[in-house]
């Protein structure tokens, strides 16, 4: 079994330890609410679990691989425990260590004509840059306010935009609703 998270893995092999994992999951998703269930409150997940299964029909034929892949949704509450108990959590979890730098907007540009698609948010942060509007900061305190508040990226006039630049190249957008952000993420806008 492996729980991954960008380019973080690790691996659970104990038996008894699978089978708690495996219990702990089904009564995760059965108890989710249907706004977790269709994503409706934003948040993204924490992390993936791939339970990989090996199938041998008979002793002439080759195995055959295939797995299942569960989120780990911040609304988890007994996994997440769990996960700290194992310490698995402190492996797998993106941190401020992980984040290069965090360039932030206020997504204001809604009746602004975009040169290409109006909800693509490289070309929404490139309309803040032309406009000096755009704050970027490495200071890990306030990139850890940003992993603690964000929300999945969506078009939503008077919330923040994030570009989060990963140490290992890649990129990823994010949003903060007006209420999780800080005085001191505020304080870089200004």
Do not use: C
């Not at 079994?1 to 994992?21: C, F, H, Q, Y």
């Not at 730098?101 to 204001?108: C, L």
């Amino acid at each position: 079994m492996w729980v991954t998270n960008r380019n973080k893995k690790v691996a659970i092999s104990d038996p008894g330890e699978i089978s708690e994992l495996k219990q702990i999951i089904k009564r995760e998703i059965s108890n989710m609410s249907y706004e977790v269930q269709i994503d409706k409150d934003g948040k993204p997940d924490v992390a993936n679990i791939q339970v990989e299964v090996k199938v041998k029909e008979n002793s002439n034929q080759v195995s055959t691989d295939y797995g299942y892949y569960y989120p780990w949704k911040s609304t988890f509450h007994e996994l997440e425990k769990w996960m700290n108990e194992k310490g698995y959590a402190d492996k797998i979890r993106i941190t401020a260590e992980d984040i290069q730098s965090a360039e932030i907007i206020k997504d204001d540009y809604m009746d602004e004509k975009t040169p290409k698609n109006p909800t693509s948010p490289e070309q929404r942060v490139a309309l803040a840059r032309e406009k000096n509007r755009t704050a970027v900061t490495k200071d890990k305190v306030l990139l850890t306010d940003v992993l603690d508040h964000h929300f999945n990226y969506g078009v939503e006039n008077g919330n923040y935009i994030v570009k989060l630049m990963y140490k290992e190249g890649y990129s990823d957008f994010v949003m903060l609703k007006e209420s999780d952000m800080t005085p001191e993420l505020k304080a870089l806008l200004k």
